[in-house]
């Protein structure tokens, strides 16, 4: 266990090629007593080889990237054929393209804007350490609104099915999942432990056969249990 609860601190890489930016979140990072800077990169090669070597709780990757991009780099730390895979969040200034897309399908565990506060950051880094995905509520919009469409609307009996076999506090759940909320905002908002959120999360990937966060919440928009405003 790492984190301010173990009193061990959460070993950050941080991987971005400008030299300015990347100080700077080695700053931000710095403030804080239970995080900890054990490197940077400031090329895709260098991310991998500092990954591997140094094995960090959170990558912060940037997606542009020289000599290896952060797409690749991530697929290569943490893709499905990775046998010790690191968690990696993405942090970028770009939110409309299909750079968010791809990073999340390489095995990235997150995804914020640079322009995010710090705050924003450095729990984006916990959550991320703490096992759990994240995307911020304007990445889940525009995630969903440009690339629902990639995933096989279901049929309406097949929704019925499908979300006939969630319990209520479950179809809850997913819910704040598809509204982009974290676990810990999640037991917030339903009163509840973050441990019994956890359950509920991997009661809802087992029953909807969903693989990860991701699909959950690009299902529960296409199934209508939240709607992208326009």
């Known amino acids: 266990m790492t984190g301010a609860d173990s009193g061990v601190p959460i070993r950050v890489l941080v991987c971005e090629d400008?030299?300015?930016?990347?100080?700077?979140?080695?700053?931000?990072?710095?403030?804080?007593?239970?995080l900890e800077v054990v490197?940077?990169?400031?090329?895709?090669h260098a991310a991998v080889a500092a990954a591997r070597r140094l094995r960090p709780d959170v990558v912060v990757m940037d997606i542009r990237m020289p000599l290896l991009d952060g797409i690749e780099a991530t697929r290569l730390l943490a893709g499905p054929d990775v046998a010790e895979p690191v968690k990696v969040l993405v942090v970028t200034t770009f939110n409309l393209d299909e750079y968010v897309y791809y990073a999340l399908r390489a095995g990235a565990s997150?995804?914020?804007l640079k322009d995010s506060p710090p705050h924003e950051l450095i729990n984006?880094?916990?959550?991320?350490?703490?096992?759990?995905?994240?995307?911020?509520?304007?990445?889940?919009?525009?995630?969903?609104?440009?690339?629902?469409e990639r995933i096989r609307r279901p049929r309406k009996d097949a929704v019925a099915t499908g979300l006939s076999q969630l319990a209520p506090r479950e179809t809850e759940v997913l819910t704040l999942i598809a509204e982009g909320l974290t676990n810990a905002e999640i037991a917030d908002r339903?009163?509840?432990?973050?441990?019994t959120v956890k359950t509920y999360v991997s009661r809802i990937l087992i029953?909807?056969?969903?693989?990860?966060?991701v699909q959950a919440v690009v299902y529960a928009h296409r199934v209508g249990l939240v709607v992208v405003p326009d």
């Open 18 to 34: 400008q030299e300015l930016v990347r100080a700077g979140y080695v700053t931000v990072f710095g403030t804080q007593p239970d």
């Open 39 to 44: 490197g940077e990169a400031g090329d895709g």
């Open 190 to 195: 339903m009163v509840i432990g973050r441990e």
């Open 110 to 112: 997150g995804f914020l």
């Open 124 to 148: 984006g880094v916990r959550t991320v350490a703490a096992g759990e995905s994240l995307l911020s509520p304007a990445v889940t919009r525009q995630l969903v609104g440009r690339f629902a």
């Open 207 to 213: 029953k909807l056969d969903l693989r990860d966060r």
